[in-house]
């Protein structure tokens, strides 16, 4: 009976010594969790007039001393609002300007609301293409790079939160391929087609092209904006 007891005593020591370890080798549920860092940090200044929603947009567009070398004191940058489809909810209007080039802001991005999120609709590169948006709400594109032209419409429907596209419009430079073997005042020449998507395109003449796209860029009778300088 002695003997059991000691057994037992030394099994219990046993367990005691070896558990300390077993339990620091499981990890717990707070150190198997982690936490993601957030995509965009919160804003740390408040935009009067404007829906909180698009107060992280504006704080990111406006200058800082690390965007120097990316942009320089030369580019100003500027944002409206407006309600572009008249269904009560203000569009963020995100414009440049180049001090020496341009006269007036251009339109770089364009964002709604769904709720309280702001949606991306469309951008601009400040270089090779520009967006403009009729007094009707409509929003014109055109886009110029490797000799090729692209010019698109679309529209932003009542309380949606994409945009409906109207019309695409495409001029090929064909001549473009050969531009690196043949003299620079090769003479274009260009086909043209209606509608952009390589499966469903239909080509047209020149005559019907820029019978139709004349008002793209800009169009005749634009939005006004009361841009705001970003600073």
Not at 12 to 29: I, R
Not at 81 to 110: C, F, K, Q, Y
Not at 126 to 142: E, K, L, N, Q
């Amino acid at each position: 009976m002695k003997k059991l007891c000691a057994l037992l005593c030394v099994l219990v020591l046993l367990g005691a010594c070896a558990s300390p370890a077993l339990v620091n080798d499981e990890p717990t549920t707070e150190q198997a969790t982690t936490t993601e860092p957030p995509t965009t940090a919160a804003p740390t200044r408040e935009w009067p007039g404007v829906p909180q929603a698009y107060w992280a947009i504006l704080e990111n567009s406006a200058p800082r001393e690390d965007w120097e070398p990316l942009f320089p004191p030369s580019i100003l940058r500027f944002y409206a609002l407006a309600d572009i489809n008249n269904d009560g909810v203000p569009e963020l209007i995100m414009a440049h300007m180049w001090v020496s080039s341009d006269v007036e802001p251009v339109i770089s991005r364009i964002y709604t609301l769904d709720g309280d999120e702001p949606v991306f609709l469309e951008g601009f590169n400040p270089v090779r293409s520009r967006g403009h948006i009729a007094d009707d709400g409509t929003i014109y594109g055109a886009r110029y790079h490797h000799g090729h032209w692209w010019l698109w419409s679309s529209v932003l429907n009542p309380h949606a939160t994409e945009l409906t596209q109207l019309s695409a419009w495409s001029a090929e430079n064909l001549a473009w391929d050969f531009y690196q073997e043949e003299p620079w005042y090769v003479e274009p020449d260009f086909i043209y087609f209606r509608g952009i998507n390589e499966v469903h395109r239909q080509q047209i003449t020149a005559e019907e092209f820029y019978a139709a796209t004349p008002g793209y860029d800009p169009p005749p009778n634009p939005m006004q904006f009361e841009f705001i300088p970003l600073g």
